[in-house]
């Protein structure tokens, strides 16, 4: 069975910076898709970020180009996502999620159009002065 556990929320203020982490088993890694997403109250959850295993290929949504990068440590059998300059707008839970799949399938996901993603229980992130 797929287990992704994240950490790394927290509370922090604008401009700041915060580095996530899904830790991720069960799931053949060679073939297959994270991605983080968020929810922040009262909003449907949005895709933020996803790679591919296979090959490391990024995609990002619009509102954290520039802002966020995700990577993997394949050794760790984790994905990190760095988020920097972060806003109030930012503020949300985030999830990481993992799919069956290669390159071509990290924009569906990011885009909440693939179905029977494995999730993890989410970590809050609060961007506060």
Known sequence: QPQLVESGGGLVQPGGSL??????????????????FRQAPGKEREGVSCVSMSDGSPYYADFVKGRFTIFRDDARN??????????????????????????????AMCRMQLSGLSWGQGTQVTVSS
């Not at 580095?19 to 983080?36: Q, Y």
């Not at 760095?82 to 071509?104: F, H, I, R, S």
């Open 19 to 36: 580095t996530l982490s899904c830790a991720v088993s069960g799931v053949n890694l060679d073939h297959s898709v994270i991605g983080w």
């Open 78 to 107: 984790t994905v990190f996502l760095q988020m920097n300059n972060l806003e109030p707008e930012d503020t949300a839970v985030y999830y990481c999620a993992a799919e069956k799949g290669g390159p071509w399938a990290i924009r």
